[in-house]
């Protein structure tokens, strides 16, 4: 629980609220500004508004001249994504509802879904190890002592959801918002997760364990069997928790660095996907006791399963290894090294499960065809499988400036238009697109057709007179010149660095991109 604080989540800024009304004919908008902010207007129907509003917005329009309003806001450090506020039509009862501003792109939606599968997943894998299994026959044993039915089985996978939703929750209350968005790429806190998942790693080695203390559960566990009612399955939860914190830690541990950067429901989101796979057979189990009989035996094999999750433990912590590489400059994790690590992780399961269960071969078969497919790599090959994790891949044969100023004056001298590319090195979706986009061969031709820019936002490196690093500069030309603060964001300008299209964001279809491209 020490650690918990350096799994803080950045919340998603909301500082401008909308609300709308119709009047006769006509919609009142009313946007109010958070102290401290601006708001611009980047489009609403056929209007223009060149000035920055504070405080407050309020327009009456036509109701058939009603538009969808683009807008994004701005304080003294940064400007939020542009977002877009469509008004709701009447109700049934006449009353109109406000509108609400559209705050997830389908990329952040994505990321959603993923960060509640890989909880799902989390789930799965934390039943199987010797902290969880050999407690579901205990808890059922608890249940039928008790008298309990699926009332109760429901009422105990229930409060394991709310456990562990809270948990989530809790993470995401505790902490501010727009500061720790730089967690994500500062060196100390990279380290930190990287040295708090190696520790994991070692944990399910057997080096040592993650407990908390035995007197938690020992008082829980007497308290529920003295108490009755829903108070008594809650605090039996409660002794779950604390039971199996040694092997479900690292998990959830895992899980909520995974989540650092991302938006304000990941840890919530992450959460409910562990609770409900984990939650899933203690209920299960609990309705229908006698499927015990035919459950597996607790053994060697749930052993088996925590030294391979250690191996994966041990490949993961080197993605916040290499954020912090990067971004310092230290050049201790080249991707040839990257994925030489990555190679003896996945060849160590191999060698360790090769000789177990037929179960085992099977899995330690599929690692050394990964371990094998990853060899490539050690001389260029993209192994796109771990583009999100590895450090990006240098592309040949493409010029790259890295300096806006300098790309844009190579711009002017050669009449070529400009591909500025606000990139990071903490950026996983920055890595897929480079392995699946721009490292394709028709995407590279049409890029020869213009200076590339690239500019990483979390560059802590060559900091001028003022102490300001490049990556901030970056950062605030993104801002204060596009408007967005979101990374991939990819602009096309001309010679004289003006846009000629709409920016665009991350994806993973490269048709979508070269039609994106004029040139």
Same mark, same amino acid.
């Given at each position: ?35 401290? =902010? ?20 309020? @327009? ?5 001249? +009603? ?37 997830? #792109?389908? $990329? ?18 934390? @039943? ?12 059922? #044993?608890?249940?039928?002592? &008790?008298? *309990? ?64 203390? $035995?007197? =938690? ?11 009755? *009612?829903?108070? #008594? ?28 950067? &991302? ?23 609990? +309705?229908?006791?006698? =499927? ?5 035996? #607790? ?30 400059? =230290? ?9 030489? @690590? ?77 591909? /500025? ?10 890595? &897929? ?9 028709? /995407? ?17 490196? $060559? ?47 490269? @048709? ?8």
């Amino acid at each position: 629980m020490a650690f918990l604080p350096l799994f803080a989540m950045a919340q998603m800024v909301e500082p401008v609220k909308w609300s709308g009304e119709t009047v006769g004919d006509s919609v009142r908008i009313k946007a109010t500004i958070e102290p401290g =902010w601006h708001m611009n207007i980047i489009e609403f129907g056929e209007r223009e508004f060149d000035q920055e509003f504070a405080d407050s917005f309020v @327009i009456t329009v036509a109701a058939s001249e +009603m538009a969808p309003i683009r807008f994004n806001a701005c304080d003294d450090k940064m400007c939020t994504a542009p977002e877009v506020w469509a008004y709701s039509s009447l109700s049934a009862e006449g009353a109109s509802p406000l509108g609400e501003a559209s705050s997830l #792109s389908s $990329d952040d939606e994505r990321s959603l879904w993923i960060i509640f599968l890989l909880g799902l997943l989390g789930g799965l894998l934390a @039943i199987f190890t010797p902290c969880v299994w050999p407690i579901i026959p205990m808890t059922v #044993s608890f249940f039928l002592k &008790k008298g *309990g039915g699926i009332k109760d089985a429901v009422l105990y996978g229930l409060s394991i959801i709310v456990l562990y939703v809270g948990l989530g929750l809790l993470v995401t209350l505790l902490f501010g918002a727009s500061a720790l968005n730089e967690m994500s790429t500062n060196a100390v806190v990279n380290i930190v997760f990287f040295l708090i998942l190696v520790i994991f790693a070692l944990s399910f080695f057997g080096l040592f364990e993650i407990t908390l203390p $035995d007197s =938690w559960s020992t008082a829980l566990d007497s308290k529920a069997r003295s108490t009755g *009612g829903f108070l #008594s399955i809650l605090l039996m939860a409660f002794t779950l928790v604390i039971v199996s914190f040694s092997c479900t830690g690292p998990i959830i541990g895992t899980l909520l660095v995974e989540a650092a950067g &991302k938006s304000l429901l990941t840890p919530t989101l992450g959460m409910l996907g562990f609770a409900i796979a984990l939650a899933l057979p203690f209920s299960l189990f609990a +309705m229908f006791p006698e =499927w015990m009989k035919s459950a597996p035996k #607790s053994g060697d094999w749930m052993t088996s399963f925590k030294v391979t999750l250690a191996f994966l433990e041990l490949a993961l912590s080197l993605k916040f290894l290499s954020v912090a590489d990067m971004a310092y400059g =230290w050049g201790i994790l080249p991707r040839w090294l990257f994925i030489a @690590i990555w190679i003896g992780c996945f060849a160590g399961i191999g060698i360790y499960l090769i000789r177990k269960s037929w179960v085992g071969k099977i899995i330690a078969v599929a690692s050394f065809a990964f371990a094998a497919y990853l060899v490539p790599g050690l001389w260029g090959a993209p192994v796109k499988a771990i583009s999100a994790f590895a450090p990006p891949m240098e592309i040949e044969g493409r010029e790259v400036f890295y300096d806006y100023e300098e790309g844009l004056a190579y711009a002017q001298q050669t009449g070529k238009p400009m591909l /500025v590319d606000f990139t990071g090195y903490g950026c996983v979706n920055c890595r &897929k697109m480079e392995a699946f986009v721009l490292a394709n061969d028709s /995407v590279k031709a049409h890029i020869q057709n213009y200076v590339f820019v690239e500019l990483y936002v979390d560059d802590r490196l $060559d900091k001028d007179a003022d102490g300001e690093s490049e990556g901030n500069e970056n950062s605030r030309l993104q801002r204060e010149r596009f408007g967005s603060n979101a990374q991939p964001f990819y602009v096309q300008l001309d010679s004289n660095g003006q846009l000629i299209a709409e920016p665009i964001a991350f994806t993973t279809d490269p @048709i979508e991109f070269i039609n994106w491209l004029k040139y």
